[in-house]
């Protein structure tokens, strides 16, 4: 039973590397799986109804993403991830479910760039929660700028002042990621 199930995941490799070109996605997608650079997401959209998968490892933490573009404006990601070394009592790891959305506001025209607002693991435990709005414009067929501000896990350590904080002060203190925490709740007093 080994056997054949070796053989299996040999051929089933073969054939995945053998897949043709036209079946990768042409924009880059981050290591959580949405389309932009590295951590940095864009405002960049798939082609409606696209589904991507991507697998990424970094720093102990493997993250195995799915993405479909709901709408021509809307996504959603669902992601399962491994985290080594998550507790810092016991030493041990933890599994991590979390899902995002994000949505194009404005599409980008002749002088001004796309601009889209996201909310990342804003239903699981909230080890990878954050929130962002980012602007892309495509100068030249090869150079697109994308800028942005970011909370939480996108946001900088005691980087500024939340803008926000002037509205209301509740958007000065953002609650803390407790360990042992099965998640599955919108924690809507976070974002932002």
Not at 26 to 41: H, V
Not at 51 to 63: I, K, N
Not at 112 to 123: E, M, N
């Amino acid at each position: 039973q080994r056997k054949i199930k070796a053989v299996f995941d040999k051929i089933l490799f073969a054939a995945l590397l053998n897949m043709p070109v036209a079946a990768i996605a042409q924009s880059s997608l981050t290591t959580f799986g949405t389309p932009g650079l590295i951590d940095m997401p864009s405002a960049e959209s798939a082609p409606d109804a696209e589904l991507s998968s991507s697998v990424s490892y970094f720093a102990g933490s493997t993250r195995t993403t799915l993405t479909f573009q709901i709408t021509p404006r809307l996504s959603g990601s669902f992601r399962y991830t491994g985290i080594q070394n998550w507790n810092t009592t016991t030493g041990g790891g933890t599994f991590d479910r979390s899902f995002d959305v994000r949505y194009r506001v404005l599409d980008e025209s002749k002088y001004l760039p796309s601009v889209a607002v996201g909310l990342q693991d804003f239903i699981g435990t909230g080890i990878y929660s954050g929130e962002y709005i980012v602007a892309t414009k495509h100068v030249t067929p090869k150079l697109t700028l994308t800028g942005g501000i970011g909370w939480g896990r996108l946001g900088s350590n005691n980087g500024f002042s939340n803008p926000l904080g002037g509205l209301n002060s509740s958007f000065n203190t953002r609650p803390t990621v407790r360990q042992g925490r099965l998640g599955g709740v919108v924690e809507s007093a976070k974002w932002f």
